[in-house]
């Protein structure tokens, strides 16, 4: 294992990333890194107009996900994120675009900065994506109850999966998968490609534990409240 891992949580919208992304950093004393919504000036007017707002959306998450993650990367410690600057790219911005609601000169724009601003950024070590069906994702989504995610239909996440599946497929292996199948899981982490990843990390990282520390314990920043498309 890398000295320093960098650990990143896919998923489509009610998949349980922010629960997971929880339970590993509590579970590796890392620090966690959260969806940037809470301050998204866009949101509920995407939700009402998708057609109107998808390219004023996309930018925003993408220089909010650009800013966390240069963050991380020159962050000396190991952390674990929640969703990727890659989704915003490679699922939203092109199912927009495949369904008209961002013409292609927004996309084209839009898709030009992010080459851009992903060539320099380093990865993740690991890119655990979660998959679900799209009746266990409107399940897990009425559970949690969030108003602006009422309208959300199930062609649209179905479209959501679509785009994930051909994301890990395009960019494997230059982006290490993990690909987790949720239905039927109460809790995520009890998954044995999850609880095996904890294993290994920690397995990893055993023998340095000898070693006197190097560092006072890990910082994590304080989760926003949710309230995201995300």
Same mark, same amino acid.
């Given at each position: 294992?890398?000295?320093?891992?960098?650990?990143?949580?896919?998923?489509?919208?009610?998949?349980?990333?922010?629960?997971?992304?929880?339970?590993?950093?509590?579970?590796?004393?890392?620090?966690?890194?959260?969806?940037?919504?809470?301050?998204?000036?866009?949101?509920?007017?995407?939700?009402?107009?998708?057609?109107?707002?998808?390219?004023?959306?996309?930018?925003?998450?993408?220089?909010?996900?650009?800013?966390?993650? =240069?963050?991380?990367?020159?962050?000396?410690?190991?952390?674990?994120?929640?969703?990727?600057?890659?989704?915003?790219?490679?699922?939203?911005?092109?199912?927009?675009?495949?369904?008209?609601?961002?013409?292609?000169?927004?996309?084209?724009?839009?898709?030009?900065?992010?080459?851009?601003?992903?060539?320099?950024?380093?990865?993740?070590?690991?890119?655990?994506?979660?998959?679900?069906?799209?009746?266990?994702?409107?399940?897990?989504?009425?559970?949690?109850?969030?108003?602006?995610?009422?309208?959300?239909?199930?062609?649209?996440?179905?479209?959501?999966?679509?785009?994930?599946?051909?994301?890990?497929?395009?960019?494997?292996?230059?982006?290490?998968?993990?690909?987790?199948?949720?239905?039927?899981?109460? =809790?995520?982490?009890?998954?044995?490609?999850?609880?095996?990843?904890?294993?290994?990390?920690?397995?990893?990282?055993?023998?340095?534990?000898?070693?006197?520390?190097?560092?006072?314990?890990?910082?994590?920043?304080?989760?926003?409240?949710?309230?995201?498309? =995300?």
């Amino acid at each position: 294992m890398p000295e320093r891992y960098f650990l990143a949580i896919a998923g489509n919208i009610g998949v349980g990333k922010t629960h997971l992304t929880d339970h590993l950093g509590r579970r590796l004393g890392w620090e966690v890194f959260y969806e940037p919504v809470v301050d998204n000036p866009y949101l509920d007017d995407f939700y009402a107009d998708m057609r109107r707002w998808s390219f004023q959306l996309q930018v925003f998450f993408l220089s909010k996900r650009f800013e966390m993650h =240069r963050k991380m990367t020159e962050n000396m410690w190991s952390c674990v994120q929640d969703r990727t600057i890659y989704e915003d790219a490679e699922v939203f911005a092109r199912t927009l675009h495949d369904t008209g609601a961002m013409d292609d000169r927004d996309f084209d724009n839009y898709m030009a900065l992010f080459a851009c601003m992903t060539s320099y950024l380093q990865p993740p070590t690991t890119i655990v994506y979660l998959r679900a069906s799209v009746d266990t994702l409107l399940q897990r989504i009425a559970r949690r109850g969030r108003d602006c995610e009422k309208a959300i239909e199930a062609a649209y996440l179905e479209r959501l999966n679509l785009a994930y599946d051909d994301w890990a497929a395009r960019s494997a292996p230059e982006l290490p998968f993990l690909v987790v199948e949720t239905d039927g899981l109460e =809790r995520v982490e009890t998954h044995p490609a999850i609880a095996k990843l904890v294993h290994d990390i920690e397995a990893a990282a055993r023998p340095a534990q000898a070693m006197p520390p190097r560092r006072s314990p890990p910082r994590r920043s304080p989760p926003q409240p949710r309230g995201g498309r =995300r």
